[in-house]
């Protein structure tokens, strides 16, 4: 499926609300969605097709990104578009100048974690039960840009 990496616009947030619903325990709502497209530090990305596929978040500070969430609709996971919004979000912070790109990733996230070691990403952390629903280490990845 052919998609397009765009900003996220207004448009998309109802859609990107019901994905965070879809895949997280804590979903981010529309209300807090909506307030990133003003918030200057935020870059979020959407994959689009006649839908929206997927969704990363990158907040940047003092020349550090952080990843804010990064989802992919289930029925349209193993196809790439998480690969592609990863490294669109990668390609535009360095663009930006940042020094790295960090995340944190369930300890049981395999997928992800796969994902984030293909694309560079090293442990550089843990976070002891950092999630809920359930309680479960985060694991710190930091792709560092030279």
Excluded at 132 to 141: S, V
Aim: glycine letters at 6%; aromatic letters at 10%; proline letters at 2%.
């Amino acid at each position: 499926m052919d998609s397009l990496i765009i900003n996220m616009t207004p448009e998309h947030i109802s859609q990107i609300a019901l994905l965070e619903k879809e895949c997280f325990s804590s979903p981010w709502s529309e209300k807090a969605l909506s307030e990133e497209l003003n918030n200057v530090n935020s870059h979020f990305l959407v994959a689009v097709s006649d839908e929206v596929l997927g969704y990363i978040g990158v907040q940047e500070i003092c020349g550090e990104a952080y990843v804010t969430n990064i989802a992919v609709f289930d029925k349209h996971r193993k196809k790439g578009i998480g690969r592609n919004l990863l490294c669109s979000a990668v390609e535009g912070a360095k663009s930006r100048g940042c020094e790295f790109i960090t995340l944190e990733v369930r300890e049981s996230n395999e997928s992800a974690i796969s994902l984030y070691t293909s694309e560079g990403f090293e442990i550089a952390g843990i976070r002891k039960n950092f999630y809920t629903d359930p309680i479960e280490n985060g694991i710190i990845y930091t792709k560092y840009f030279k």
